[in-house]
């Protein structure tokens, strides 16, 4: 059970990682499309500048889709490895408890 929590938080952990960095990376792409248009770059480089971005957006409602599935997959196997008695007080437990707490926490505050 030990294992299971560890390898649910941590998946919920590298979804989470990545999802900030393709939100990173839009702003950065919009932020370098918007530069180009100012300084009156080329339409070609603009348009493909564009596509960059597209594909990049694209990317993110894909990876919050996998977010709110590794939550369940972990709310799930947490709820079953708080009646464990294997696992009560182990860190691997108070790691998924915590992540489970902050979701809560800023799904309440959105």
Do not use: H, W
């Amino acid at each position: 059970m030990k294992k299971q929590l560890k390898r649910k938080t941590d998946v919920y952990k590298r979804v989470s990682k990545e999802l900030q960095s393709y939100e990173k990376e839009v702003a950065r792409e919009q932020a370098k499309a918007d530069k180009m248009k100012a300084e009156g770059a080329d339409p070609f480089d603009i348009k493909q500048q564009e596509n960059v971005l597209a594909e990049s957006r694209m990317m993110i409602p894909d990876c919050r889709k996998r977010l709110v599935k590794a939550l369940q997959d972990l709310e799930s196997l947490l709820s079953e490895a708080e009646e464990d008695p294997s696992v009560e007080g182990t860190e691997e437990l108070k790691n998924a408890r915590s992540i489970v707490d902050a979701t809560e926490t800023i799904a309440v505050a959105c």
